[in-house]
């Protein structure tokens, strides 16, 4: 057997790829370093043969070597998925096979690693995995995209490939050609959902997509959830509207019809008082209830005039009030 690298690598979510299972399998994990004795019949021939495997200190790195197994594949699990490694059955060894990104974009540590080795009866040739982007799209209640959201959602699909995707960032996985469920989830108090996109189809609630031999993107839309307006109004008031407790510095309290003196209000002016009035207790020389130009009785006083001013104020009265001032036309005797 040669001495070599593999022939490709691709990248796989979720656990050990099920199409293999009818290859011969050993798993190791956890990682550690070791030797495996493997008895496998190949042609009608019982073969012993052994597999090494070394992990480098800081656990992202295995290689390995075997000797006479055919090896066909090697998965390196780590994070949500893993690297399957393919070979040409001839190669004895190869070195610094490792696990993909995490989610944070740095190496994972490698979880376990998965050895296969020919069988008897080899299968049609394996399928190619395909690539699926999930996007993530936001709208508000009108409808328009809101890109600069920054809620978090869990992407679902079949029984354990689950991924977080964001706005700005959404999700990549690499799947066998087959029929999948997908769901998300999501905070049910901020957002609803609204639809897949055309490649996902619904029945009786439960959304699938499928995987041909080329590669699909799905789009998932949800929308925000109306929430109380920030903006200082409360939600539906009507435009232009004075709110209670106005601090704008009016004084027309609300209800109050334009130019409507208000209830207590601190001008001067007496509650209730009509314009013009005279209130009651006035302490001036006229009678309370005194119409205008009436002569009061008992009032038996002549007007002097002594000067240019009183002169002016001759025949009038005044009646200083809380409410302002109020003169009066006084008849002379």
């Known amino acids: 057997m040669a001495y070599?690298?593999?022939?490709?690598?691709v990248e796989i979510s979720g656990n050990d790829p099920g199409y293999l299972e009818s290859y011969k399998v050993l798993k190791?994990?956890?990682?550690?370093?070791?030797?495996?004795?493997?008895n496998i019949t190949i042609d009608e021939q019982?073969?012993?043969?052994?597999?090494?495997f070394t992990f480098s200190e800081d656990g992202k790195y295995v290689d390995w070597e075997t000797n006479p197994l055919p090896i066909t594949h090697v998965f390196v699990k780590g994070g949500p998925g893993g690297?399957?490694?393919?070979?040409?059955?001839?190669t004895?060894?190869?070195?610094g096979l490792r696990a993909p990104d995490n989610r944070g974009g740095n190496q994972a540590d490698i979880s376990h690693v998965t050895f296969y080795i020919m069988p008897q009866d080899v299968p049609d040739p394996a399928p190619v995995p395909v690539t699926v982007t999930v996007n993530k799209e936001v709208i508000d209640v009108g409808g328009d995209p809101v890109s600069d959201?920054?809620?978090?959602?869990?992407?679902?699909?079949?029984d354990d490939i689950s991924e977080e995707i964001t706005v700005a960032l959404g999700a990549e996985f690499h799947l066998l050609p087959d029929t999948y469920d997908i769901e998300e989830l999501f905070d049910a108090e901020k957002y609803e959902f609204v639809s897949f996109s055309d490649e996902v189809t619904e029945d009786s609630g439960e959304y699938t997509f499928t995987v041909?031999?080329?590669?699909i993107t799905i789009t998932i839309t949800n929308r925000l959830i109306a929430a109380e307006n920030g903006n200082g109004d409360d939600d539906g008031e009507v435009a232009d509207e004075t709110p209670a407790g106005d601090d704008n510095g009016d004084d027309e309290d609300v209800g109050q019809l334009p130019d409507e003196t208000p209830a207590g209000d601190d001008n001067g002016d007496d509650e209730g008082q009509l314009p013009d009035e005279t209130p009651a207790g006035d302490d001036d020389?006229?009678?309370v209830g005194q119409l205008p130009d009436e002569t009061p009785a008992g009032d038996d006083e002549e007007l002097p005039v002594t000067s240019g001013t009183d002169f002016l104020m001759l025949g009038l009265g005044t009646a200083m009030t809380t409410g302002g001032l109020v003169l009066r036309r006084r008849k002379r005797k």
């Open 4 to 9: 070599g690298a593999y022939e490709s690598r």
């Open 28 to 38: 190791v994990d956890p990682p550690r370093d070791g030797e495996e004795t493997i």
């Open 46 to 52: 019982q073969i012993t043969g052994t597999i090494k």
């Open 83 to 90: 690297f399957l490694y393919s070979y040409d059955g001839e």
């Open 92 to 95: 004895s060894s190869d070195q």
């Open 149 to 158: 959201d920054d809620g978090t959602f869990t992407v679902l699909i079949g």
């Open 212 to 215: 041909d031999d080329a590669s």
């Open 285 to 287: 020389d006229e009678d």
